[in-house]
C-alpha cells in the first residue's frame, strides 16, 4: 500500500495505492522489464537459456519463456537482420539461431519422416500419426498438397526418400503385386472374394476391381488384362466347365456325368 516502482533511466512511475496479490505483482513487474527494458545483452542470453533447456532456438511467435515475451523478441531479430550488427548476426548464428522457421520445420519434419522410414520400411504415413512425438501424419499430407509450389530440390530429396505422393495409386500398385504373386502360385486369377493372402484381403480387392471396371483407368485395366484378370466371374466358371467336361469326355467316351463327379478338382 502507498509503495512506488519506478524503473532507473525510464519514465514509468507506478504508484500502487491498494494491496494486490503476488500474482498481479509478477504479471506487473514482468511487464515493466519488458516495456523499459533496451538490453540487447539481456534477451540474447534469455534465449541462451531457452537453448539450453530445448536443444534449440525454434521459438514459438507467441511463446513465452521465464515470464518473459521471448517469442515476440525472436520475431523481431527475423526481421531487423538485414539491419542488425554483424557481431549480434554471428552470435545469434553460433546460438543455432531460426532466420527461416518455415525452412526449419521443413528439414525437422524431413528428419523425422526419414526416422519413420528406418523403422517401418516405407513412407505411407497415417493420417494422424505421430513419430518422435512429432506430427509426421500432418506434415506428410501438407507436403502432397503444396506439390506444385514446392521447391524442386525439396521434392527431389522425398522422391529419393521414397515419398508417396498419391496413397491410392501406391496401395492399387501393392494389390497389383500381390494378385501377380498369387497367379504365380495358383496359375490363374480366380481369387475367392474372402481370400487373405499374404495378410491382405485380396478377394476383396477384386470384387471391387470388377465393379469399378467402367471407371477405372485404361492404363490399369490394360494391366490387369495382362494378367489374365477374371472380370465375369460366371462366364469364367462356365468355360472352365466345358474345358472340364470336354477332358471328362475324352476319357471315358461320354458326357454322361455322375451327379456327385469330382474330375481334375473341378465338381463337374
Given at each position: 500500500r502507498g509503495q512506488k516502482i519506478s524503473l532507473s533511466g525510464s519514465k514509468i512511475?507506478?504508484?500502487?495505492?491498494?494491496?494486490?496479490?503476488?500474482?498481479?505483482?509478477?504479471?506487473f513487474e514482468t511487464k515493466l522489464v519488458e516495456t523499459a527494458t533496451e538490453s540487447w545483452e539481456f534477451?540474447?542470453?534469455?534465449?541462451?537459456?531457452?537453448?539450453?533447456?530445448?536443444?534449440?532456438?525454434?521459438?514459438?511467435?507467441?511463446?513465452?519463456f521465464n515470464h518473459f515475451n521471448l517469442g515476440s523478441w525472436v520475431g523481431k531479430q527475423r526481421s531487423s537482420?538485414?539491419?542488425?550488427?554483424?557481431?549480434?548476426?554471428?552470435?545469434?548464428?553460433?546460438?543455432?539461431?531460426?532466420?527461416?522457421?518455415n525452412s526449419q520445420l521443413w528439414e525437422i519434419g524431413f528428419a523425422v519422416?526419414?526416422?519413420?522410414?528406418?523403422?517401418?520400411?516405407?513412407?505411407?504415413v497415417p493420417l494422424r500419426h505421430r513419430h518422435n512425438r512429432f506430427n509426421l501424419g500432418a506434415w506428410v499430407g501438407t507436403q502432397r498438397k503444396s506439390l506444385d509450389g514446392?521447391?524442386?530440390?525439396?521434392?527431389?530429396?522425398?522422391?529419393?526418400?521414397?515419398?508417396?505422393?498419391?496413397v491410392l495409386a501406391e496401395a492399387w500398385d501393392e494389390a497389383y503385386v500381390l494378385l501377380k504373386a498369387y497367379k504365380n502360385t495358383y496359375g490363374h486369377c480366380h481369387v475367392p472374394h474372402n481370400q487373405?493372402?499374404?495378410?491382405?484381403n485380396l478377394g476383396q480387392w477384386v470384387i471391387v476391381q470388377r465393379l469399378k471396371k467402367n471407371q477405372m483407368l485404361s492404363a490399369r485395366k490394360q494391366r490387369l488384362d495382362g494378367?489374365?484378370?477374371?472380370?465375369?466371374?460366371?462366364?469364367?466358371?462356365w468355360e472352365e466347365g466345358v474345358a472340364?467336361?470336354?477332358?471328362?469326355?475324352?476319357?471315358?467316351?461320354?458326357?454322361?456325368?455322375?451327379?456327385?463327379?469330382?474330375?481334375?478338382g473341378f465338381y463337374l
Open positions: 512511475v507506478f504508484d500502487i495505492h491498494q494491496t494486490v496479490g503476488d500474482e498481479f505483482i509478477s504479471a534477451w540474447c542470453g534469455l534465449l541462451q537459456d531457452y537453448q539450453e533447456q530445448y536443444g534449440h532456438c525454434l521459438v514459438a511467435t507467441a511463446s513465452k537482420k538485414d539491419k542488425m550488427a554483424p557481431e549480434r548476426a554471428q552470435r545469434l548464428d553460433d546460438l543455432g539461431f531460426v532466420w527461416d522457421p519422416l526419414n526416422s519413420y522410414k528406418k523403422v517401418y520400411g516405407h513412407c505411407r514446392m521447391m524442386s530440390e525439396r521434392k527431389q530429396r522425398l522422391d529419393e526418400l521414397g515419398f508417396v505422393w498419391d487373405v493372402y499374404s495378410g491382405f494378367l489374365g484378370f477374371i472380370w465375369d466371374v460366371n462366364a469364367f466358371l472340364v467336361l470336354e477332358a471328362f469326355k475324352k476319357t471315358y467316351g461320354h458326357c454322361h456325368v455322375p451327379h456327385n463327379q469330382d474330375y481334375s
